[in-house]
């Protein structure tokens, strides 16, 4: 019998006007570094160099800040929430209207499949541009106290794993409420953002409401601990995230953190078993597993453990690892060596363990970063693949008795950032959902955005808020 | 795993004890069945839709879809089910089963022809000793209400006028009231009626409207002895969609793994497009299984699905799309 082969159907290229090298974006123009440094951004499915990107200097950080600074207090301080609104509604639809190069470049640069980017990423990026647009003149009705106030300057450091979703999660709500940014995008993945700089100038966004440096840790480093930024806004891992928190101690700096998670997805035994399986595939393998809310931990009933992990091995035999831009693929490559490395550490670290360790029959590309889906079964709440982020697709199966267990077992982790609830009883979820310690609790489904849901973490997952009114919040000062 | 059909006759007594086994209980009561099939994982309506809505976008290479068109083509009960079928309509359809491209005898046949009871004989005449199947839907198609007695004579009539499969509607009236073992009764009646006949058992899902009495239904008619789950008469709407056939085919495949026997899917109505059809076919291949992908186990009920398939074929193998007219159709709609 012939096995029924799906096409590669890579998404062109040729949609791409890629730069061989990028400077800065400052005051409205790229601009060189002035301290001529750069380095390169590859693919991560094939180690091909894609462009060369300037790394900002402690003066280019500066001039950012400066830029930012005039902006704010010449222009974008001084408009109307309407006219602000105006602004983000027009950024909103050229990214719809450019969502088909924005999605390509995701995937090239990031190594997720274009199916996500296409399908996930990209519209949501407008989608939060579109929703804050709308508040941008709202803001006194919002339930954020008198007379909100923008802050003023705000320093964003964003993560490599949704590159331009987090950019709009960040800069969207900053401009709505009045602020003006500077951004510096994650180095292995500053193409998007850099296409959205193009963007800013295409929107005719007055210049320095938005500038965008490249570069590395020392980057982002002076951007947070410079003087004239009043509020720092920070997604990535807690450890840096507490860094930050040193660093803006004892200042007037206002921030927000949204740092590392490591998630309970559980299962109980009256759940719709076939979608929690899809679910248990979309909590984990969803972008190759980089995302911070991922549902890296399963707590499954016992009473249908067996019967969940035969399902899930079923169904992750079908999942197809490879070429990100090709339609097909549902879990494309790591983001970078470094990354690869980690998992790969982690996961040899959960045999030493003693958990037993499965992957579906996959071929990985030869050149590139690619690590196949991998269940870890028999794991105990002890095992540090059971409390430490891995960031990658990585799954840890765990088994509870009681709605009480699978509660204490889920909240017994440093994090807190999301979980997930499987029941056919609608009080269970209600009760559940009331004793997690988790910002987002999805029940009977996982990792679902939308941009009037705020978004955030307990304990080492970070504070504050992104997204809805809660999001807002964190970008005004309010008298009352 | 069992890759051809079981087609031994099956008493209802033994089809009973079958399920006996399979419940564990000594004695079918609406009780044990229902509490059976309200014991089944349920189906959680956004993730089933969110998963068929993703199987549909899978795109599929140009050689592979050469071969699902043909797949497509060997799986599908050509169907007429009017009121105003004739004789001369019956032969029609018949002489296109056999021929489905004269222009092109490498033309796969389709698996069988679908009719009513009483155009078997006609069917079966036209037909010959082909391998072309003789399909008649029985049991007051398309309402199933009548009395068991009527129901019975209308398959054993089928089944002596020469119909190699008989298409059974379960009576949803009983089900919906949650009377399953008067279902369950009629389903295994109508099995022993069929004497070698292969039973399809309609489900309506249409009219059973959640997809936990879609998963429900396909269980007990899985119970009863179905060789077939079918989604629909072709004469409620909705008809055969992705996420319903998504469920039946979770059915089939974990009924396999619970009894060790194998159940088609029969996906009936509104599939009209090669495009929609070779969906179904990676539904499933990706939910039930690649055993699945013969006309043993998955069929296409369709009237209209085989013209599209075979004007997608002749515009793969030559290049150039003919248009309709370049197809014979012996079943062209009457107005």
Not at chain 1, 92 to 114: M, T
Not at chain 2, 164 to 180: K, N, Q, T
């Amino acid at each position: 019998m012939p096995t029924f082969e799906y096409a590669p159907a890579p998404e062109s290229r040729a949609v791409l006007d890629l730069a061989s090298s990028y400077g800065l974006f400052i005051n409205g123009e790229f601009t060189p570094s002035t301290g001529g440094a750069s380095f390169k951004t590859v693919s991560p499915a094939t180690e091909e160099v894609l462009a060369e990107v300037s790394e900002a200097s402690e003066a280019d950080v500066e001039a950012a800040v400066a830029a930012a600074r005039t902006a704010y207090t010449r222009v974008w301080s001084r408009m109307s929430g309407a006219d602000r609104g105006k602004y983000l509604f027009r950024i909103a639809r050229i990214l719809q209207e450019r969502a088909r190069e924005f999605a390509v470049l995701e995937s090239l640069d990031n190594g997720k499949p274009i199916r996500e980017s296409r399908d996930v990423d990209i519209p949501l990026a407008a989608a939060h541009f579109f929703y804050h647009a709308g508040w941008a003149d709202k803001l006194d009705w919002a339930g954020l106290g008198a007379d909100p106030q923008p802050y003023g300057v705000v320093g964003q450091v964003i993560p490599w794993n949704f590159p331009l979703l987090m950019l709009s999660w960040k800069i969207a709500p900053a401009l709505a409420t009045g602020n003006t940014v500077v951004l510096k995008p994650a180095e292995t993945t500053p193409l998007t953002a850099l296409l959205f700089a193009e963007v800013c100038q295409q929107a005719d966004l007055p210049p320095g409401v938005v500038n965008i440096i490249t570069g590395a840790g020392a980057t982002g480093q002076a951007l947070v601990g410079h003087g004239d930024v009043d509020k720092v806004a920070f997604t990535g891992s807690t450890a840096v995230g507490k860094a930050i928190a040193r660093t803006i101690a004892g200042t007037r700096k206002k921030a927000t953190l949204e740092l590392g998670g490591k998630a309970a997805n559980i299962v109980f035994d009256d759940a719709p078993l076939d979608q929690a399986v899809e679910g248990i595939v979309n909590g984990i393998f969803f972008n190759q597993g980089h995302v911070c809310c991922a549902g890296s931990r399963l707590l499954v009933q016992e009473s249908v453990a067996e019967e969940v992990q035969e399902r899930l091995k079923a169904r992750l035999s079908t999942l197809r690892v490879g070429d990100p831009l090709d339609k097909n693929t549902d879990v494309g490559a790591i983001n970078s060596r470094a990354q690869l490395d980690k998992i790969t550490e982690l996961a040899a670290v959960g045999e030493a363990e003693g958990a037993q360790r499965w992957s579906p029959e996959c071929e990985l590309p030869s050149k590139g970063f690619w690590f196949a889906p991998t269940v870890f079964t028999g794991v105990s709440q002890t095992h540090r693949i059971a409390q430490e982020e891995i960031f990658g697709p990585v799954l840890s199966v765990l088994t509870f008795r009681t709605p009480g267990e699978a509660v204490a077992k889920a909240n017994n982790t440093p994090y807190g950032l999301s979980a997930g609830i499987w029941t056919d009883k609608g009080s269970r979820i209600l009760w559940m959902a009331d004793q997690l310690k988790a910002g987002v609790v999805w029940a009977n489904t996982f990792n679902k955005f939308d941009p009037t849901s705020p978004f955030g973490g307990y304990k080492e997952s970070g504070y504050g808020r992104e997204g809805g009114r809660h999001g807002l919040q964190g970008y005004v000062r309010t008298g009352a | 795993m069992t890759t051809t059909p079981d087609t031994v006759a099956v008493t209802a007594a033994d089809q009973e004890a079958r399920a006996r086994d399979v419940l564990g209980v000594s004695r079918l009561t609406d009780t044990a069945l229902t509490s059976w099939l309200h014991g089944l994982p349920g189906v959680d309506q956004v993730g089933c839709e969110a998963r068929a809505a993703a199987l549909g976008t899978r795109s599929i290479k140009t050689t592979s879809k050469a071969w699902a068109i043909d797949l497509a083509i060997s799986m599908i009960d050509l169907t007429t089910l009017e009121g105003a079928d004739t004789p001369g309509k019956v032969r029609g359809l018949c002489t296109k089963a056999l021929s489905p491209l004269p222009s092109d005898p490498s033309t796969p046949r389709p698996a069988a022809v679908c009719v009513y009871g009483d155009m078997v004989a006609t069917a079966r005449a036209t037909l010959g000793a082909s391998d072309v199947k003789v399909a008649a839907v029985a049991t007051a198609f398309p309402s199933g209400r009548a009395s068991l007695p009527v129901k019975l004579a209308d398959t054993r009539y089928a089944v002596e006028a020469g119909a190699d499969e008989i298409d059974m509607v379960i009576d949803r009236g009983a089900f919906l009231s949650g009377d399953h073992v008067t279902v369950f009764e009629q389903i295994v009646a109508v099995k022993e009626a069929c004497g070698d006949a292969r039973l399809k058992v309609i489900l309506e899902t249409g009219e059973l409207v959640t997809y936990d009495n879609v998963r429900r239904a396909s269980w007990l008619a899985m119970l009863a002895g179905a060789d077939f789950i079918k989604t629909s008469t072709g004469k409620v709407a909705p008809a055969a969609t992705l996420p319903v056939t998504v469920v039946m085919l979770e059915a089939v495949r974990d009924w396999l793994a619970l009894t060790g026997r194998m159940v088609g899917v029969k996906p009936a109505g509104g599939i009209r497009t090669s495009k929609d059809a070779i969906k179904f076919l990676v539904a499933v291949n990706e939910v039930a299984g690649e055993a699945w992908l013969s006309d043993e186990w998955f069929r296409f009920g369709a009237s209209s699905l085989l013209n599209d398939l075979l004007l997608q074929r002749q515009r793969m193998s030559t290049g150039a799309y003919s248009g309709a007219d370049y197809i014979p159709d012996d079943s062209p709609s009457l107005y």
